[in-house]
């Protein structure tokens, strides 16, 4: 049971609904597919609780964490493609590219991707806030296209400081960005400590989706690397370290520490 | 012979050189093998251009140049793509998938996208002025996808009307991002004279490369449509009327109206 006193999930999802990203009705349809699909929206909820810890309302983070959200669900269908992860389905649905043709899905994440930029640039406010926020979110898709080619063109056996590194880069740079921009809306100044506690957040994150993967996937993961107890344990030492890096973020924090629980303890 | 008084060829290739998008080497160096693969630069030299037109230097406006070739290269990368256009070559060379592979290369696509939005953020100020160009740009590549999407599902026998549309977004949208990003770097205030040239500049670009397609494609063009005079008396026709708005922009439009007979008199 997560704790969402705020109600973001409801707020995330009309405010997703409510957004225009083509001109074209056909391409909208595509690109609404693929975003409205349901998903945890962990991503969003990280960036309006981070906001909320720095003392301010969600509301005005909605852009923002609709930003990133699009960003979540451009990765998903670029990923999807069968040029890289060849992905058929996702959460039960046939893919962007099974449903609408691979030339489509490339310019669905093209245009998601613009789209997520184009949100912050038009939408946050004032001008130096906009900015640090887009250059946020920039820093943070920069570094998941790094990560997502070290996974397309890892080696067959990494080390798990090679491992880390391709985690820290494809699942970590935007779950970064979604704690940080959302405290800047929010007002931080400081944002060393949620900095911080992100980057735990981003380990946690990947440690416990190769424990729920276990099996099912040939890829390098920490369960293949260090089998399954020994990944529990760390899943277990990294959640703790998470939470002990939350107690030095300001503010309410109630809603990032249900998230964290919630990433530590999810079942998908 | 095209007027290029500021040396703004050599400006461009300088800065584009200089660019780093990605931190891993590797994944830089498929970037660059696109970004850096020659073509005549004229959206970026048009963006210097208008920057100097509305009283401006060029220097300050090489980061908004850079991001424009960037989102070029980023759509040529993609749209070569064999789920796209499918093309082996360009300019005599492989092409991104080709060399690197297709997942590489919509990664590749993807860095340049965000690489040309975090160029801006990054780079030019105030903040204001760096909104600005951003919304521009943004908008030229939401234009662009729209246009690309338009293509990629085409009806296979299309109005002028209908082609017009689509080459409006596919190539207009970033010629007119290039133009009207080019001269608020340049501290134009009233934008409508650059819009309405670059307008008119972004259909004779089209009816020119039609024109020099003849043959080689199949798809629909002017030329298929209307036949190859007609289509050189259209492009004639754009050529004088791009002038005449040209003459509404105000400052020294040289270094324009040179580029704006260099797109009518191209040979490739």
């Known amino acids: 049971m997560i704790v969402d006193s705020a109600g973001a999930g409801a707020l995330i999802e009309d405010y997703l609904r409510g957004l225009r990203v083509s001109d ?33 309302d969600p509301e005005p983070a909605l852009p923002v964490a609709g ?23 996702r959460r039960g649905q046939p893919t962007s590219h099974v449903r609408y043709g691979e030339g489509v899905a490339v310019l669905v994440g093209d245009a998601l991707l613009n789209g997520s930029h184009r949100l912050v640039i ?48 494809k699942t970590g740079a935007l779950i970064g960005a979604s704690v940080v921009s959302g405290a800047l809306v929010g007002g931080a100044t400081d944002l060393a400590p949620y900095r911080a506690f992100s980057l735990e957040l981003g380990l ?11 099996g099912t996937e040939d890829e390098p993961s920490y369960v293949n690397l260090l ?28 809603e990032l ?11 998908s």
């Open 24 to 56: 074209l009705p056909e391409l909208e349809e595509a690109i609404r597919y693929s975003l409205l699909s349901g998903g945890k929206r962990i991503r969003p909820r990280l960036c309006l609780a981070a906001a909320v810890s720095a003392g301010g």
């Open 67 to 89: 930003a990133i959200e699009m960003v979540q669900a451009f990765s998903l269908v670029h990923d999807d493609l069968p040029a890289l992860d060849d992905d058929d389905t």
């Open 122 to 169: 038009r939408e946050v406010r004032p001008p130096e806030l906009a900015l640090a926020v887009a250059a946020e979110l920039a820093d943070g898709v920069a570094g998941m296209i790094d990560g997502q080619y070290l996974d397309v063109t890892a080696v067959s056996d990494p080390t798990v400081e090679q491992l880390a590194r391709l985690h820290r880069l």
């Open 204 to 214: 946690l994150f990947q440690i416990v989706d190769d424990i729920l993967d276990d």
């Open 227 to 254: 089998g399954l107890e020994r990944a529990r344990e760390l899943a277990v030492a990294s959640h703790g370290r998470a939470l002990e890096l939350l107690a030095h973020v300001p503010g309410d924090t109630r």
């Open 257 to 267: 520490a249900g998230l964290t629980d919630q990433i530590a303890n999810r079942r």
